[in-house]
Structure formats: C-alpha cells, structure tokens
C-alpha cells in the first residue's frame, strides 16, 4: 500500500467503522436494560391488575355471561386486552381484541386467581415480540436472518462512511500530491516551477517553505552560471593579448620549442575557456525549449570526421530529413567524441549514423585501452580523467561532461560501452 491517499482514507474509514460499532453496542446494551426495567414495571402492573379485577369480577359460580359482560367493562376501561379461564382450563370468555392478538401469535401472561380461575393478559407489546421473533427472511433461522441483518446494515453504514470520508481525505492528499509532482519538476530542471499556495494548514506552510528555498536555490544557481560565463568571458581578452604579445615577438627572441609549448598551453586554455562558456550557455537553457532547427547530421558528422581524418561508416537506416535540434551544440557535442577519439583511442577510430526505433545514433568507435566498467558513467563527470591519462595528453577534463549536458538538453542520452575485440564504443543517442 505505497498510496498515501490509500492509508490515510482507509484509516479514517476504519476508525469511524469502529466508532459506529461500539457506539451500536453501547445503544444495544442500553436498550436491553431498558427493556427489562419496563418488563418488570409490567409484571408489576399486571399483579395489580390482577388483583383489582380478582375483587371486581363475578364469582367462579356466576354464569359464564355475566363473567364475560364484566370481564369485557373492565378490560376496555383499563385499555387491556384480557380473556378469563376456568379451574380447568377452559375458556370462560374473551375479548375481541385479546383474540386478534392471539392470531398473530401474541402471547399471554397467565394470572391464576385465589378461586382457581385464571386471568389471562395479552401485553401490549407480545404482538411486536412475536413479529421481532419472526425470521426476516423466509425459512432461515432467527439467528441467520439475524446475522445476514447485521451484515446488511454494517455494509450500508461503510458504503455511507466511505461516500462521507473521500472528499475530506482526496482534498488533503490532493495537495500532498500537487506539491509531490512540483518537487519533482523542480528536481528535474524546472527552476522557474512553483507550487500553488492553498488553506493555511501545515500542508500549506510546507508548500511556502518549498517555494522560497526554490527561490533561493534558483538564485543561487544563476548566479552560479552568470559567475562561471562572465568569468569565461572576461579571460578571453588577456588571453587574447597573450596570443597578439607572442605573435608580435621579433624572430631572434623565439624559442622554437618554448614557443610552441606555451602556444599549446594556451590553445588548451582557449579550449577550456569555450568549453566553459558553451556548458554555462547549456544549464541557463535548462527546463526552456532549445532554439531548433532542422538539421542535416549526415553532413554534420561527415564534417567533423573530415577534420579529424576519422573515416564515416556506411549509413544503417534512412536519415529523417527534417530532424530539428540546435545545429551548433549538437556539433560540438559530436567533435568532442571524436576529438576525444583521436586523443585516447589508439590507431584505429571509426563513426557511424544509425537509426533506432525512436532514436538517431551517432556511434564512435576506438582501439584504445578501453574504460573500465565502474568508471564508464564517471568519466561524463565534468574534470574528470581516467587513472593514467596525464594532462599533457591534452584535453581539458570537460568535453564528454558537456556532450552529455547536449544530449540531454536534446531529451536524449550518451552512453560508454566495451567494443568487442577491445576499444570502447561512445553512443550518442538524440530523439527523432
């Protein structure tokens, strides 16, 4: 049971269940005391009775009309329904109303007389007993009938608590949900995403906490970014004028071998400081739309193999011909790979295009050394090198950091995998 609109309804669904029934049992037990309180005040009224219409009656040796007529004045001006029997048990007389009652199974008190008749009362409530007696459904026994009530009545009492319970619980776990999905979309790159503010119970208050760490957190992510770019961007310039200071040397003050070293160094430093500005320009896109347009990868990997001399394979499936993406991040994210080929990858790099179900693959293959398993997800971590791979081999620890960042701008995904025979097999995969 991972709902948790699911365990809070059922909770309360259960406790007022519970509270119903004892509350049923309580009234039950309450309602027998009553019952036997009035039984006995019965009991008692009909001794009296008994014992006014003993010494109001004819006498056992009156004829049997004259102990009707009086047995009838007094049972209608005491409101009781009464019949009168002999010593032996037989019927002396009775009133219309006593043998109604009779017929449907109302039962006497019998009150013997001092001279041996016998007075019988039909209670008022024997008919009501004798109906409460009578099974509710035809042919069960009473103790059936009186369970399979029960049931009836316990299913009608949680249909009408669930029915009353599901709006109070869904208005409560609605929100619960609604500010679920909003930290998720925060977490997945939504900065700007805010949840909406509703009651002023601790569901709300936890929702306004949400949003100003969301606000703070954003704040603090941009100006992240605007640091990283402006700092980027501002050592272009010297570095600029370091290029222009070099260039302008007269020739007998060049050392050919430091000259070249320190132009390498600086290249490795441009390079970085693109890279850096490339990935600032990718995560300020994050959780908005990439400006796209259509898009010629074909062409787009055939250049970038052309200017590093790693040959293109054959074409495995047809190309769409109007694929939308950001054409100058989806370029790069392709020259790292196989920049990173041709630095890493031994003697032998190779780059194909092929169609998935879903997915366009550019695939680039290498010869070198190959990654190990553990570490084929942490080399897409930005400044990240594999053990061994020295800074003079160049590179700036960036490059497959920002391939993934491209990729997944673009809803897709890289991958690093074994190649069969040695080597190691890079998939950039973009969504058609």
Known sequence: M????????LTVVAVLLAF??????????????????????QDE???????????????????????????????????????????????????????????RGGTPQAVPLDDGRRLLVMRLRGAARAEAERPLVPGWPRSAAGVHALLVLFGL??????????PVVRGLTRRLETLKHGVERFGAGDLDHRVALQGRDEVATVAASFNRTADRVAQLLKAHQNLLANASHELRSPLARLKMALALRPDRERDPKLEQEVQRNLGELDALLEEL????????????ALRREPVDLLGLVAE???RVDVPLDELEGELPDDWMGDERLVRRAIRNLLENARRYGGDSQSVALRRSPGTIDVVVLDRGPGV???????????FFRL?????????????????????????GAVRCEPREGGGSRFVLSLPT
């Open 2 to 9: 991972n709902s948790l609109f699911l365990r809070i309804y």
């Open 387 to 411: 053990p061994g791979h020295a800074e003079v081999a160049g590179g700036v620890g960036l490059g497959l950091a920002l391939v993934r960042q491209i990729a997944e701008a673009h809803g």
């Open 372 to 382: 190990p398993e553990a570490l084929r997800e942490r080399i897409f971590e930005p």
């Open 157 to 166: 009492l949680f249909v009408g608590v669930a029915v009353g319970a599901y």
């Open 304 to 306: 970038e193999a052309a």
């Open 20 to 41: 119903a029934f004892l509350a049923g049992v309580i009234a039950q037990r309450q309602l027998d005391r009553e019952r036997e309180l009035f039984d006995t005040a």
């Open 45 to 103: 009224r009909v001794q009296a009775m008994a014992q006014l219409l003993h010494s109001a009656l004819p006498p056992a040796e009156a004829s049997a009309a004259t102990q009707a007529e009086a047995l009838r004045h007094w049972g209608q001006k005491l409101r009781v329904p009464l019949a009168l029997e002999d010593a032996q048990g037989r019927l002396i007389a009775a009133m219309p109303r006593y043998e109604r009652m009779e017929e």
């Open 277 to 288: 500005l490339m990935s600032a320009r990718v995560e300020a896109q994050q959780g908005q």
